[in-house]
């Protein structure tokens, strides 16, 4: 492909050479992180990804490849937006563009469900995942500010089915700037006038299969009844009386 400044590419290194080899890493690497390769079975203790995945088309896919290339209890850790991540930003645009447009286009990156990430973690064969959110709420002046910060992230909306005639337009962008103030406006603490903006980051946790790993029973095992677990709790001496310790001899 060619370079940013519009040469082929094809550029020569600086120690000389033809730079055939820079470019043939080049492109193994970017075919390695968009995870377009198939790993050695078994191979991995354990896996990780950062604020990536949100990228990935074919996110099942992705995470039966990495549960492949972990060993026996090896562990998958990972962290990426989603959830109701800039869902303020997503009603402002549609509801501006229906508005102007008389139609919607998707102009901000679909984002996975908590519940789906944890399905698709069991899904590729994991075990013991868990799936923790953390929401961050971000107060901008306006909404140019924020469409600035998340291009400078690398984080613009990329879907293939966005339209391309007719564009946004200031028109649009000024009315789901109104829209945005009139339904998200930032938290108490915050400017006036400035608007809300959340993130729900993701952190996911998964293991490989192994045989020393902990096992739920099998239904039906259990020998009490939630019903009767109260009057269990109740019949129990509490801690601090069975933990008493004896009394100390009298002194002569």
Request: hydrophobic share 40%; net charge negative; with cysteine.
């Amino acid at each position: 492909t060619s370079s940013n400044d519009g040469s082929d590419g094809n550029t020569s290194s600086n120690d000389g050479s033809d730079g055939r080899d820079v470019q043939s890493s080049n492109e193994e690497f970017g075919a390695r992180t968009a995870l377009e390769f198939e790993p050695p079975p078994a191979q991995f203790d354990g896996v990780l990804s950062c604020m990536a995945l949100h990228w990935v088309n074919d996110l099942p896919g992705v995470l039966s490849q990495v549960r492949r290339a972990l060993k026996p209890d090896g562990v998958f850790l990972a962290a990426m937006p989603g959830g109701d991540t800039l869902h303020e930003l997503r009603v402002a645009m549609q509801l501006a563009e229906q508005e102007v447009w008389s139609g919607v286009s998707p102009r901000v990156s679909p984002m996975v469900s908590v519940p789906d990430v944890a399905a698709l973690l069991q899904r590729a064969g994991l075990r013991l995942c868990t799936v923790d959110v953390d929401e961050i709420t971000v107060a901008y002046p306006d909404l140019r500010t924020l469409m600035r910060h998340l291009a400078a992230m690398g984080e613009s909306a990329a879907t293939a089915g966005r339209t391309r005639a007719p564009l946004f337009g200031r028109r649009a962008l000024d009315r789901a700037q109104s829209i945005y103030a009139e339904r998200f406006p930032a938290p108490s603490g915050a400017s006036a006038g400035e608007l809300a903006a959340t993130f729900q980051i993701m952190f996911m946790i998964g293991w490989a299969p192994d045989e020393a790993q902990p096992k739920p029973r099998q239904r039906g095992s259990s020998t009490l009844s939630l019903a009767d677990l109260p009057a269990a709790l109740s019949s129990t001496e509490p801690e601090s009386e069975l933990h008493t310790p004896p009394a100390s001899p009298a002194q002569p």
